[in-house]
């Protein structure tokens, strides 16, 4: 039997961060598709770099606990490092409650509405493992 673990290693790129939290980036618009829409708790932080393709990232609690600012600003930094900003030194990145994304009818993989977004600035970069 597959875990969950297991089959997001296929479709995501996971980091995990202090113990408490994940870190669900997508590989491609249709694992990005997969990650938003199925994975997605309704509490999970969303992300993705401001108007530059790249991918959709999750940061889930493993438990009860609420993110602190370093830990949004972990996630962000992954969401543009996967991102055609990788290299455009500190990049926008939109994050908002995954129940606040929504697929509209007959887009592309990958395409996604956001609501109630925030943003905040960051540099690319990946979690120290």
Do not use: C, M, W
């Given at each position: 039997m597959i875990t969950?673990?297991?089959?997001?290693?296929?479709?995501?790129?996971?980091?995990?961060?202090?113990?408490?939290?994940?870190?669900?980036?997508?590989?491609?618009?249709?694992?990005?598709?997969?990650?938003?829409?199925?994975?997605?708790g309704q509490n999970d932080l969303w992300f993705?770099?401001?108007?530059?393709?790249?991918?959709?990232?999750?940061?889930?609690?493993?438990?009860?606990?609420?993110?602190?600012?370093?830990?949004?600003?972990?996630?962000?930094?992954?969401?543009a490092y996967y991102s055609k900003a990788r290299n455009g030194g500190v990049v926008p990145v939109s994050y908002t409650l995954a129940k606040n994304v929504s697929k509209p009818r007959g887009v592309s993989s990958g395409t996604v509405c956001i609501k109630k977004e925030q943003t905040i600035k960051v540099r690319p970069a990946l979690p120290v493992q």
């Open positions: 969950e673990i297991e089959t997001l290693k296929r479709n995501a790129y996971l980091y995990f961060i202090d113990e408490h939290f994940v870190i669900i980036a997508g590989r491609t618009s249709r694992d990005n598709d997969f990650i938003s829409l199925k994975v997605a993705h770099v401001k108007g530059v393709p790249g991918s959709h990232v999750l940061l889930r609690p493993t438990g009860d606990e609420q993110p602190l600012k370093k830990h949004i600003e972990i996630a962000a930094a992954v969401a």
